[in-house]
């Protein structure tokens, strides 16, 4: 199955600030991210540096990625951390094995 959208969730270094994306391109996206934290701080992200990669699912076209990223968005942050604990226990950044 191929996977031309991403609904993705961010961190910053210190897990206490999350946020969640969705992108066709999500190595670009990071890199986004990541130089928006470093330099112009304009987006949520940037502000918060949330550029490490802790979540992530594949969709095969954009409409179900926007509904899931609305979905995840809605829920409370201990339900946000309950599914990133069943993907990524230690919130390890997943930076490396998407680039």
Not at 8 to 34: A, D
Not at 61 to 82: G, Y
């Amino acid at each position: 199955m191929l996977h031309n959208y991403f609904v993705y969730i961010v961190t910053n270094q210190y897990r206490t600030t999350v946020y969640i994306g969705v992108t066709n391109n999500i190595q670009r996206r990071l890199s986004e991210h990541y130089f928006d934290s470093q330099n112009s701080k304009k987006s949520f992200a940037g502000k918060y540096n949330c550029f490490y990669l802790i979540y992530y699912e594949g969709f095969e076209n954009i409409e179900s990625a926007i509904t899931r990223e609305k979905q995840l968005k809605k829920w409370r942050r201990e339900k946000k951390n309950n599914l990133i604990n069943r993907f990524n226990p230690k919130w390890e950044s997943l930076n490396n094995q998407i680039i």
